[in-house]
């Protein structure tokens, strides 16, 4: 939806933003609480977007339009929607993370799977990146009611929702790798 030349997030993301994300570090064990994630108030603008995916990509000819970025972490990575099925709604589109490293990966392979990782306590970078003995997810009810709200029936484990959008979109790395230089 265009609001004054801006698109606005889908209604559940809108929900996630208000609960946010907390990321802290336990001063007695060393041990990682939380995901370090943010979503804008908008999907990012579409030169914003070019710029960076050039940057990213080190390719001049490419301008990222496939993506609708809605996150970011402190480290940033990016976190957004692949237009890769067509004219189906936003929603229903595969959500990707391209990390500040080069990291990239499928995240969920669509909003409602997003939901269900985000009330697990996954964030994008641990649910691509992988998670370590010293993270620990801290799974939150406002979360999972915003989950049980815009995807009932959805519920999953993040393993299962990880697994089933790797099953889906095998060749997003390749796609990737193909608009880098």
């Known amino acids: 939806m265009d609001h004054g030349g801006k698109l606005a997030l889908p209604e559940a993301l809108v929900a996630v933003a208000a609960v ?18 943010g979503i804008y108030e908008d999907f990012e603008p579409a030169e914003r977007t070019a710029w960076w995916y050039r940057l990213w990509t080190a390719n001049e000819e490419v301008d990222g339009s496939e993506f609708r970025f809605f996150g970011t972490s402190d480290a940033g ?25 080069g990291q990239r990966g499928v995240v969920a392979r669509d909003l409602a799977d997003l939901l269900w990782l985000f009330a697990a306590g996954y964030g994008p970078s641990e649910a691509v990146e992988g998670v370590d003995e010293s993270w620990t997810p801290q799974p939150d009810a406002r979360l999972r009611a915003i989950a ?34």
């Open 20 to 37: 946010g994300f907390e990321c802290e570090y336990d001063d007695e064990t060393d041990d990682v609480v939380g995901c370090d994630f």
């Open 77 to 101: 990575d990016y976190t957004g929607f692949w237009l890769v099925r067509g004219a189906v709604p936003i929603e229903r589109q595969p959500v990707v993370y391209l990390g500040s490293e």
């Open 148 to 181: 049980e709200r815009y995807a009932p029936g959805r519920e999953g484990s993040p393993q299962q929702i990880l697994a089933a959008a790797a099953a889906e979109f095998p060749h997003f790395s390749e796609f990737i790798d193909a608009q880098c230089r």
